[in-house]
């Protein structure tokens, strides 16, 4: 009885219960299961289906006629213990000799579709069936919750669950997602955050410190545009992030968008790659349309490969209404409309970036010879 309900996942934690240390005690009498519960904090959002899921696991053992679920809350001391345990031990686990892969998603300038691009990207990688954190960096302008449906018809913005002070992020399209737009209070969601420099850094590093994504195989950051507080805290901290570049056709947006790229390399981050979006669009007729004209990620990667190691034009994202569309609906084209020639091209990203995992030469491996 206790390894069947013990099996069960707290659907917020991604763990068991008997990992989380939250089975106070199972008794069977007779044909009555009863199974006590500690939650990790009042009025936790899973309640209800931890308990569904705790009764439907007991009354699955041969000769369990009913079911009885407790539910009480975790003492402060289990609580911290927990959290503790969550973290591991340590301050930002997205050191360099973790396994988990890294990206910044950046930009030159604003309005390239970066956070689109971003939001589609970390769902065709979940998608894949890797395990995704998305970090909405881009404190000024965040829009992840809005674009991966974290946002509900009335407004109001998911809010991550606290257990004292970690922070376990909403789901949403199995894409583990923190942003700012989180944290504000209700009907302050439209407000402006008006931070400079010491805020902001002190919010990424939260984000990264305190936030329990669990294990991750890629963590992507969908970075503010231009080369600002943000980018240059990002690159103290992670130094050994990837980078990606998105840029338009136009020459104007990849001038800037070169820029962006070579500040991620004073910091020691790598560029592995430009993605132009807004690209030329196929019409039926044959014809193209070159709505912000051709050739600008072509012209970014081609002068982030001047002298240094070769950055390819990873994605070619043609101008799609379906893409913006869903970007307006809280719903990913890699989704909906996974035939779209934009969902397409960054499907084909997703397996590019999946296929080319981050080097490991030089960094050391988790593991011990027996």
């Known amino acids: 009885m206790r390894d069947a309900v013990g099996a069960v996942q707290d659907p917020e934690l991604r763990r068991t219960l008997a990992d989380l240390g939250m089975l106070r005690a199972v008794a069977v009498d007779g044909g009555t299961a009863r199974v006590d519960v500690s939650l990790t904090i009042v009025g936790c959002p899973a309640s209800d289906r931890i308990s569904r ?11 369990i006629e009913a079911v009885e679920v407790v539910l ?18 340590r301050g930002i686990p997205f050191t360099p000799d973790a396994l988990t892969r890294v990206i910044a998603v ?49 407004g109001r913005t998911a809010r991550p669950t606290r257990i004292d002070d970690l922070i376990v ?27 400079r420099g010491p805020m902001l850094h002190r919010t990424v590093e939260q984000f990264l410190r305190d936030v329990h994504f ?103 994202i043609p101008l799609s209404p379906p893409l913006r569309e869903s970007g307006d609906a809280g719903a990913p084209v890699v989704v909906t409309s996974p035939e779209d020639p934009a969902a397409r091209a960054i499907t084909a990203l997703a397996e590019t970036l999946s296929r080319t995992p981050r ?9 011990r010879p027996r």
């Open 214 to 316: 669990g294990d991750l195989d890629v963590l992507l950051l969908d970075m503010p545009p231009g080369t600002g507080d943000v980018a240059i805290s990002v690159g103290q901290l992670l130094p050994h992030a990837e980078v990606l570049v998105v840029t338009t056709p136009q020459p104007a947006a990849a001038e800037v968008a070169i820029r962006s790229g070579l500040v991620a390399r004073q910091t020691g981050q790598r560029v592995i790659g430009v993605v132009e979006n807004m690209a030329p669009l196929p019409l039926p007729d044959g014809t193209t349309l070159a709505l912000f004209g051709s050739g600008g990620g072509a012209a970014v990667a081609s002068a982030l490969s001047a002298g240094s190691d070769e950055v390819p034009l990873l994605a070619s």
């Open 106 to 154: 950046t930009s030159g300038k604003g309005g390239v579709g970066k956070s689109t691009v971003t939001a589609n990207l970390a769902v065709a990688l979940a998608r894949r069936g890797l395990s995704v954190g998305l970090v909405d960096a881009d404190v000024h302008g965040f829009s992840i919750p809005g674009l991966l449906g974290l946002v509900d018809a009335d």
């Open 53 to 63: 899921d705790v009764r439907a696991a007991a009354a699955g053992v041969p000769g």
């Open 72 to 89: 009480s809350v975790m003492t402060p001391e289990e609580r911290g213990a927990l959290t503790e345990r969550l973290r591991g031990g």
């Open 359 to 367: 080097g490991l030469s030089g960094r050391p491996l988790p593991l």
């Open 169 to 195: 992020p909403p789901v949403a399209h199995d894409v583990k997602a923190v942003s700012i737009g989180m944290f504000l209070r209700e009907g302050e969601e439209r407000s402006a955050v008006a931070w």
